[in-house]
Antibody
Framework: DVQLLESGGGLVQPGGSLRLSCAAS????????MSWVRQAPGKGLEWISI????????YYADSVKGRFTISRDNSKNTLSLEMSGLRDEDTAVYYC??????????????WGQGTLVTVSS | DIQMTQSPSTLSASVGDRVTITCRAS??????LAWYQQKPGKAPKLLIF???SLESGVPSRFSGSGSGTDFILTISSLQPDDFATYYC????????FGQGTKVEIK
């Protein structure tokens, strides 16, 4: 079974930084694009970043471009999201999601349980 | 950016009802449209991809239709486990989710 386990969430002050990780198992990690999707409290889903299998191509939502960096380590089956310049509006549950294919223009077919990031002073 | 608009935002229904949720894209997304179900405190679950393809393990009472800009998710006979929030997502030009449709008990 596919398992995705996020970690690294917590409370951070505005302007601060945080690194999220997602440990993947149960599938060939290096064969699938991966993404991060977030959900602010009581709100809908927002995709924020996607990385293709090689890691050479990445995509970012305008809301996080220039502040967040997605990366992957195929040797360790790990997806990461480096977040800096955090704002109040970045407060959300962050989900790691496996894409349904090698490319980016596919849906997400497996999701982690999410990790909560709270940006507050 | 492609905007996705779902209607209604909230839907009250009873067990056994036929339920339809509409999703409209601000420009054509071809058939690159997915539907997800999310329950409170849980991660989303993929139901439908490519507008009408049923994800493995998803009950056949769920179906999707449409192409271009207009899409529909249908639940043929609502079950107690189906009370949840449903999201459409386009993945034709970047990725955009609809705002969600909450299906609640009537």
């Amino acid at each position: 079974d596919v398992q995705l386990l996020e970690s690294g969430g917590g409370l951070v002050q505005p302007g601060g930084s945080l690194r999220l990780s997602c440990a993947a198992s149960g599938f060939t990690f290096s064969s699938y694009a991966m993404s991060w999707v977030r959900q602010a409290p009581g709100k809908g889903l927002e995709w924020i970043s996607i990385i293709i299998v090689s890691g050479e191509t990445t995509y970012y939502a305008d809301s996080v471009k220039g502040r967040f960096t997605i990366s992957r380590d195929n040797s360790k089956n790990t997806l990461s999201l480096e977040m800096s310049g955090l704002r109040d509006e970045d407060t959300a549950v962050y989900y790691c999601a496996k894409m349904k294919g090698v490319g980016a223009y596919v849906p997400s077919d497996s999701w982690g349980q999410g990790t909560l990031v709270t940006v507050s002073s | 950016d492609i905007q996705m608009t779902q209607s209604p935002s909230t839907l009250s229904a009873s067990v056994g009802d036929r339920v339809t949720i509409t999703c409209r894209a601000s420009q054509s997304v071809s058939n690159r449209l997915a539907w997800y179900q999310q329950k409170p405190g849980k991660a989303p679950k993929l139901l439908i991809f490519r507008a009408s393809s049923l994800e493995s393990g998803v009950p056949s009472r769920f179906s999707g239709s449409g192409s271009g800009t207009d899409f529909i998710l249908t639940i043929s006979s609502l079950q107690p486990d189906d009370f949840a929030t449903y999201y459409c997502q386009q993945y034709n030009l970047y990725w955009t989710f609809g705002q969600g449709t909450k299906v609640e008990i009537k």
